[in-house]
């Protein structure tokens, strides 16, 4: 599956974004989906997860009651929205598609389970 993300920008602390994350192919209800970032010289990490049918979600504990991931699988694109930014939060994001199974706590936060990959949009989020 090829994916496409948007949506990043400037935005001040306390400020919220919306990023998408839109899917190419037929089979997208049967991946998970991932977003990840990675800030200047941090190495890359999980942000959050959801699972094909979209009942299972996962997050890591700094964006956990900030941020929530969704998903369309009519219109093959997940989402992030992200409230109550911190200039913390200031990264590449990635969205990424895998499918593997168990879909858990544990796996969803691994990179090399997930094979396909967007191109990263930038978010910048000033104090």
């Known amino acids: 599956v090829q994916l496409q993300a948007s949506g990043g920008g400037l935005v001040q602390a306390g400020g919220t974004l919306r990023l998408s994350c839109a899917a190419s192919?037929?089979?997208?209800?049967?991946?998970?989906l991932g977003w990840f970032r990675q800030a200047p010289g941090k190495e890359r990490e999980f942000v959050g997860a959801i699972s094909g049918s979209g009942d299972r979600k996962y997050y890591t504990d700094s964006v956990k009651g900030r941020f929530t991931v969704s998903r369309d699988n009519a219109e093959n694109t997940v989402y992030v929205q992200m409230n109550s930014l911190k200039p913390e939060d200031t990264a590449v994001y990635y969205c990424?598609?895998?499918?593997?199974?168990?879909?858990?706590?544990?796996?969803?936060?691994?990179?090399?389970?997930?094979?396909?990959w967007g191109q990263g949009t930038l978010v910048t989020v000033s104090s």
């Open positions: 990424a598609a895998g499918r593997f199974t168990p879909f858990q706590a544990m796996s969803a936060r691994v990179r090399s389970f997930y094979g396909d």
């Open positions: 192919g037929r089979t997208f209800s049967t991946y998970n």
